[in-house]
């Protein structure tokens, strides 16, 4: 149907409207569609409808459909004590215990199959195995750029498809950047996942999952193996996460659990571009890093940038940052501002910030911006993204100037046609901002120092 046109659905017809199923006025499509023709032009459709009067009620048995398998990587351990109950696989009496066995062997050791469990009955680890499952989503493609950085795309489902990246040398020894949701709704102006209709948020397992694939890939299990090089974890990917915070607080419990990936909560970051009502939640349910997404210091400006801001403009959003759970000189907010020419790089709006972010405990991340095909923006000279850093420094507060990671293998996805192939390359241009970004806490610094 071409767009414009209206669809309908209807229990049954009227007099009037069954009258109107003339030809050349109504075309009855096959079964129960109804295509209402404009009489100006005959070939011009104006609305269907599906007439469900019709619907035979008669039943015919269907067939039996599958119901997929919870994916145990997904659950905190309470939630897995409380599905091994209720399965009825585990006794209430060895819940608990065999739930942190099964947490270890896929959160510690890595491992893929039940039959690996080698500490727990046979009949118990086939009963899982006809239950649930323990699997890894499949890798479409993994890429590695001649600077380390290390890319896969990953298929969650039918159409459903994420990347993570990894940067090495950011954080304590490299950092992890996972997405939250398949598309976004926020359309910030600079930011080309903002071009992609939401898909749909990611569940705690697929978030999860980044993780897995990513510590695969880089032999990272057991997960206290010495001169680990997965350190820190920044949710800057795809998607706002704090418009799917239930799964990504659930997906953080699972990661920073100690009997499992262990990396602590104060290296994993979340990256918002200012949803303040759920900031507090946020802070209090992970005990997280907060960044925030900000990239201009007055509203007129913003409202442009990051349209969100015309529902949370800067007064409110600092008075949610200054609110945030646990701030303090030990644990400071990340303020990401992305570097675009003429827009928001004058010495002006460096003076600004200083006086926007007064008082709060923060560090600034200046990121170069990287231009994609359609954007309205250049990224600033180096000169200007110096002179604004200077400002800021003197000012009291680090703001690193974030060099572009991977770029070799970002570099490619200008060439990408086809309209999956988009979302891909706007996926990396997304990643490739938070590559830069290198979302980092003043420990991290001065260790990877
Ligand atoms: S910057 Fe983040 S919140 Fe804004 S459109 Fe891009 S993915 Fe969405």
């Known amino acids: 149907m071409r767009p414009g046109v209206s669809a309908g659905l209807i229990l049954s017809l009227s007099k009037d409207e069954a009258a109107c199923r003339r030809p050349s006025f109504w075309k009855t499509g096959p079964d129960l569609l109804y295509v209402r023709l404009d009489p100006e032009e005959p070939d011009t459709p104006l609305s269907a409808t599906l007439d469900l009067s019709r619907v035979s009620t ?17 659950l905190t351990r309470p939630q897995l004590v409380a599905a091994l109950v209720e399965s009825g696989v585990v006794e209430h ?6 739930a942190t066995q099964i947490f270890r062997w896929m959160h510690h050791r890595g491992v ?33 750029s001649k600077d380390g950085t290390r890319k896969w795309l990953i298929r969650m489902a039918p159409g459903i498809e994420v990347e993570s990246v990894y940067i090495p040398g950011v954080g304590r020894a490299g950092a992890l950047c996972v997405s939250s949701q398949v598309g976004c709704t926020l359309n910030c102006s600079f930011c080309h996942t903002g071009t992609q209709p939401l898909v749909r948020n990611l569940t705690t397992a697929e978030i999860v999952a980044q993780v897995q694939v990513a510590k695969d890939d880089l032999a990272e299990w057991p997960s206290d193996k010495e001169d680990r090089v997965l350190s820190n974890i920044v949710f800057m990917g795809m998607g706002e996460p704090l418009y799917n915070l239930g799964q990504v607080a659930d997906a953080i419990e699972i990661i920073s659990d100690n009997e499992g990936v262990g990396i602590s909560r104060r290296r994993i970051t979340v990256s918002t571009s200012g949803v303040v009502p759920m900031l507090e939640k946020l802070g209090d349910t992970t005990q997280a890093m907060l960044a925030i997404s ?17 529902k949370y403009p800067l007064d409110t959003l600092m008075a949610g940052v200054r609110a945030y759970p646990g701030l303090s000189n030990a644990r400071r907010v990340t303020f990401e501002y992305v570097m675009l020419k003429g827009v928001n790089d004058s010495p002006e709006e460096a003076r600004a910030l200083v006086k926007l972010i007064k008082g709060i405990p923060a560090k600034i991340n200046l990121i170069p911006f990287n231009p994609w ?13 110096e002179a604004f850093a200077a400002i800021l420094n003197k000012a009291g507060y680090s703001s690193p100037i974030r060099t572009p990671r991977g770029r070799d293998i970002l570099a490619a996805c200008g060439q990408l046609k086809s ?31």
């Open 93 to 98: 009496g060895k819940a608990k215990m065999r």
């Open 294 to 310: 900000l990239h201009a210091t007055n509203d007129a400006l913003r409202d442009v940038l990051v349209p969100l801001n015309k």
């Open 373 to 385: 095909p359609g954007s309205d923006y250049q990224c600033s000279d180096w000169s200007t993204i």
């Open 58 to 74: 008669e039943t015919t048995p269907a067939a039996p459909v599958a119901k997929p398998l919870v994916n145990l990587s997904g």
């Open 419 to 449: 309209e999956s192939e988009k979302v891909r390359a706007s996926a990396l241009r997304k990643l490739s901002l938070a590559a830069m970004a290198g979302v980092l806490s003043d420990d991290d610094e001065d260790e990877a120092a």
């Open 112 to 144: 893929t199959d039940f039959a690996q469990m080698s500490d727990v009955a046979k009949e118990t680890r086939a009963r899982l195995a006809e239950t649930f499952t323990i699997a890894r989503p499949e890798i479409v493609e993994r890429q590695v």
